[in-house]
């Protein structure tokens, strides 16, 4: 298939009992694209990475993915997770489990590579991450960025066809957020398709191809990264950029 999105959103809506938070979502994202998501805290953002990757059943709606509806019965959807890589403002690593068995335990489980292979893919992604000494260490014993690093190049030992980021840099001391945008930026250049929410707006206008508006589950605004950000039209996204200038 030559289908030049790598998803396709058609009417996604999503509620917690009476509580519409994603109402009627229609997205488009382009295979090798960073498409960046901003809004106010509670506009949907997150709800809307989470059904992407299926951490939420969405109430009803498509989420096309190579031609299939990964929402249909039959989806496999563990295999779907496994090619979806996801980064949380807050790591979510294994606790009890080493830097180097966290980068190794799902290709190992869902992949079925051997341990051997499994580790030195988790090596070179640990390396390329800057973590490369601290592959016996556990998270306890890691910073917040270092966290972040290990969780970076967790999923990256996938060889996710997608990556999802949610507020990566928002949990780490103001320090720590350049290497980690450092870090983004380079993945984002190697043509990985990047989906990311992040209130670092110099760094979305460095790096997106297309922004997303969202404001009370509605996506308000789309556009270039230099429409958003130069000229938007819709007064709420005006509105929210001003506290970013
Ligand atoms: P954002 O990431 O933009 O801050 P969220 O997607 O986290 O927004 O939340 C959007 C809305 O959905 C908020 O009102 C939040 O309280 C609500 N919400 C999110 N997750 C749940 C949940 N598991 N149960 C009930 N309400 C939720
Ligand atoms: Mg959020």
Redesign the pocket.
Known sequence: MTDKNILTIKHLKKS??Q?E?LKDIDLEVQNGEVLTII??????????L?CLNLL?EPTNGQIIYEGKNILDDDFDRIQYRAKVGMVFQQFNLFNNLNVLDNCTVAQISVLKKDKESAEKIALKQLERVGMGPYVKAKPAQLSGGQKQRVAIARSLSMSPNLMLF??PTSALDPEMVDGILDIMKDLAHTGLTMIL?THEMGFARDVSDHVVF?DN?VIAEKGTAEQIFGQPENPRTQEFLKRYL
């Open positions: 917690f009992g509580h938070v809004g106010a805290s509670g506009s949907g953002k997150s709800t809307l989470r939420e949610d507020e929410v969202m589950g």
